[in-house]
């Protein structure tokens, strides 16, 4: 389908049909650009709330003890000392997980590949310390060594975000910067709302591809593997 125009840097979107390659800036300016983006949203619409509440940051530093100290069945994200609170995920986004781990796994195996895939909710220590700890919706792992009964202490290979009206500011900015400085290779956010999925081949400094859901989406780390979100839904 025709991915319509738009001013609107949450999701990149141009006026192309297909597969879009947006303008000619690194992930890193990227990011800035969402945070400049958010500014001008906010200032322009300071009633529309919802955007901005969920996930909710707490401005304080605190470390992995808060996050191990929380109830059961309470989860959250800490990013450089900041907490955000995260809300239960709904269908749509828990089939995406079921359906893109099952087939990432699947194509692993077939090709005797050493990787792991791992679903949230599954810890990553990103900067190895006890400031930053993120449950990303689908962690593939290659380097064995890192991993332990907490989770892994490093840098994913790939990580996939699935986008919310609630947690988009986080993805395509906070999260965006964060995995880009830490080392992950290659970074997927499906956005359900829009129908598209932002890929950033972090590991050459590549720009974001833009997909629809119809397309075939070429995988970064795997150049045999195309992945269709609307075959995987039906």
């Not at 840097?9 to 297909?18: A, I, K, R, T, Y």
């Not at 700890?133 to 064995?144: G, H, L, Q, R």
């Not at 919310?164 to 956010?189: N, Q």
């Given at each position: 389908?025709?991915?319509?125009?738009r001013?609107s840097?949450d999701n990149?979107?141009?006026?192309?049909?297909?597969?879009?390659?947006?303008?000619?800036?690194?992930a890193?300016?990227?990011?800035?650009?969402?945070?400049?983006?958010?500014?001008?949203?906010?200032?322009?619409?300071?009633n529309?709330k919802?955007?901005?509440?969920?996930?909710?940051?707490?401005?304080?530093?605190?470390?992995?003890?808060?996050?191990?100290?929380?109830?059961?069945g309470?989860r959250?994200?800490?990013?450089?000392?900041?907490?955000y609170?995260?809300?239960?995920?709904?269908?749509?986004?828990?089939?995406?997980?079921m359906?893109?781990?099952?087939?990432?796994?699947?194509?692993?195996?077939?090709?005797?590949?050493?990787?792991?895939?791992?679903?949230?909710?599954?810890?990553?220590?990103?900067?190895?310390d006890?400031?930053?700890?993120v449950?990303?919706?689908?962690?593939i792992?290659?380097?064995?060594?890192?991993?332990d009964?907490?989770?892994?202490?490093?840098?994913p290979?790939?990580?996939?975000?699935?986008?919310?009206?609630g947690?988009?500011r986080?993805?395509?900015?906070?999260?965006?910067?964060?995995?880009?400085?830490?080392?992950?290779?290659?970074?997927?956010?499906?956005?359900?709302?829009?129908?598209?999925?932002?890929?950033?081949?972090?590991?050459?400094?590549?720009?974001?591809?833009?997909?629809?859901?119809?397309?075939?989406?070429?995988?970064?780390?795997?150049?045999?593997?195309?992945?269709?979100?609307?075959?995987?839904?039906?």
């Amino acid at each position: 389908g025709k991915v319509q125009e738009r001013l609107s840097l949450d999701n990149l979107v141009l006026n192309s049909p297909g597969r879009v390659k947006c303008t000619h800036l690194p992930a890193a300016s990227l990011s800035i650009l969402y945070v400049i983006y958010i500014f001008l949203s906010n200032s322009h619409h300071q009633n529309v709330k919802e955007v901005y509440t969920m996930p909710f940051s707490k401005e304080n530093t605190y470390t992995t003890d808060y996050i191990y100290s929380l109830p059961e069945g309470q989860r959250a994200e800490l990013i450089d000392g900041v907490i955000y609170d995260m809300a239960p995920p709904n269908r749509l986004h828990q089939e995406l997980v079921m359906n893109l781990s099952a087939e990432i796994r699947e194509y692993i195996s077939k090709n005797y590949g050493f990787c792991k895939v791992y679903p949230a909710p599954f810890a990553v220590f990103l900067n190895k310390d006890d400031k930053t700890y993120v449950e990303p919706d689908i962690s593939i792992i290659c380097d064995k060594s890192k991993l332990d009964d907490r989770g892994y202490n490093g840098a994913p290979d790939w990580i996939i975000e699935i986008a919310s009206s609630g947690t988009k500011r986080i993805d395509y900015g906070v999260k965006l910067f964060k995995y880009h400085s830490a080392g992950v290779r290659e970074y997927w956010i499906v956005n359900p709302l829009t129908r598209t999925v932002n890929v950033y081949d972090l590991e050459k400094e590549e720009l974001t591809d833009l997909y629809s859901f119809d397309d075939d989406i070429q995988v970064c780390i795997y150049d045999n593997l195309t992945i269709n979100i609307t075959e995987l839904l039906r």
